[in-house]
């Protein structure tokens, strides 16, 4: 940040709710297009909560369209072992 590095922090849940809704909702298409705009985007409290099937894939789309562009750090409180509903999504997407 003191070099001019732009980072955006953001919940899991809060970044799938931007993502939902990033096209009806001014005030998440605005946090969208400064999440976009980061250098380093942090995601905390990755697969606190099971997300179904769509929601999986928006995150992946996401960090797809990102990872040239971006540093990620993922948080979690959870071991890979804990995490649970269609977790298996966001690590087997296919093109």
């Known amino acids: 940040m003191e070099r001019g590095y732009k980072v955006s922090f953001v919940s899991m849940n809060q970044l799938m709710y931007i ?3 990033k096209e009806y909702i001014n005030k998440s298409k ?20 099971t997300y179904e099937t769509q929601e999986a ?8 369209d990102l990872y040239d562009k971006a540093a ?16 298996s999504s966001f ?3 296919k093109d």
Do not use: H
């Open 19 to 21: 993502l939902k809704t």
């Open 30 to 49: 605005i946090r969208y297009k400064r999440i976009i705009a980061s250098d380093l985007i942090i995601i905390d409290d990755v697969m606190y909560m």
């Open 57 to 64: 894939n928006l995150f992946f789309q996401f960090i797809y």
């Open 72 to 87: 990620f750090i993922l948080t979690s409180n959870k071991g890979p072992n804990e995490w649970g509903g269609s977790t």
């Open 91 to 93: 690590w087997t997407q």
